[in-house]
Each structure stands twice: as structure tokens, then as C-alpha cells.
């Protein structure tokens, strides 16, 4: 499925102002879910970071940093627990908003990289309940492939 995004730049920033289903899709034609219909919603919303925080110090207040910085200092106490406590003592907590290459990555950083196999999901809560309900009414633990499908269901 495309989601289709309409963006504005007359602010000096790139703004989603728009997001809508690609009707020539096959799969649902243009169609969207509550979360694709409201992207651009979600991503104009107000409370949004413009940058990186990070505490000096446990109990600190947040303080701006450059993201380069903040993800070198994260990298950095991160090796520190890891070589003091060894790796089983990350765990990662990642979510089904991710895309499948997102969650491909944590995976990587989880089980390749810090070998701690502590990685759990959200979409298993999630999805428990979608699966049973798609296998039940389809046939199948999944979503139809296609809309289309459903008059021949």
C-alpha cells in the first residue's frame, strides 16, 4: 500500500500538510487505516521534539543536544552497562509502529550486537487479538491481500 504525503516547505520546514491512499492501488484502493488517515495529524501535532534532550546526569533536567552528540553519548553509556553488567542486562521494548526495516534493525542491535535475546514488542499484544479475529472470520491470520478478496470470502 502508498500512502501519498503532501508536503509544505513555506515555513522554512518541510511539513507534512496531507496524507491520503494511492486509489490505484490494488490492495485497498486508497483506502487507509485510522493511522494512515491521520499522519499527517500525528506529525503536525504540537509537543514534538525539534531535537535532542539529553541529562547530564540521572535526575538532571533535559538539556538541547545535537543528535550526533546525543547518540554518541547513548552509544557510550550503553557499552558502559554492557561491559560492567553483560548483555543480559538491555532489554529492548520496540513497536509495531516501526517499519519492517526498523524492527529488522533492533533486532540486529539486540540479538548481533549486544547478544541479549530480551527484545519484545508491542505487536504481539497488539496483534493477538487482530490474528485471532482475521482467523476466525478469513480463514487466515492475516489481512486480506486485497479488498477485493472479500466478495469471494
Avoid: W
Wanted: net charge positive; glycine share 12%; with cysteine.
Amino acid at each position: 500500500m502508498l500512502l501519498d504525503v503532501t508536503i509544505d516547505t513555506g515555513t522554512g520546514r518541510r511539513t507534512v500538510v496531507k496524507a491520503s491512499g494511492d486509489k490505484t492501488h490494488p490492495a485497498n484502493r486508497g483506502r487507509l487505516c485510522t493511522k494512515g488517515a491521520t499522519t499527517a495529524d500525528m506529525l503536525a501535532a504540537p509537543g514534538r521534539l525539534g531535537t535532542a534532550l539529553v541529562r547530564t546526569e540521572p535526575g538532571a533536567a533535559l538539556v538541547p543536544s545535537a543528535v550526533d552528540a546525543a547518540i554518541s553519548e547513548t552509544a557510550r553509556r550503553l557499552r558502559a552497562i554492557l561491559e560492567e553488567h553483560g548483555p543480559d542486562a538491555l532489554s529492548f521494548y520496540v513497536s509495531g509502529q516501526m517499519s519492517i526495516e526498523a524492527q529488522y534493525l533492533a533486532n540486529k542491535l539486540a540479538k548481533g550486537f549486544v547478544r541479549t535475546n530480551r527484545i519484545e514488542s508491542n505487536s504481539r499484544l497488539c496483534m493477538a487479538s487482530a490474528g485471532t479475529g482475521y482467523k476466525l472470520s478469513l480463514g487466515a491470520d492475516g489481512p486480506p491481500g486485497s479488498y477485493e478478496d472479500f466478495e469471494g470470502a
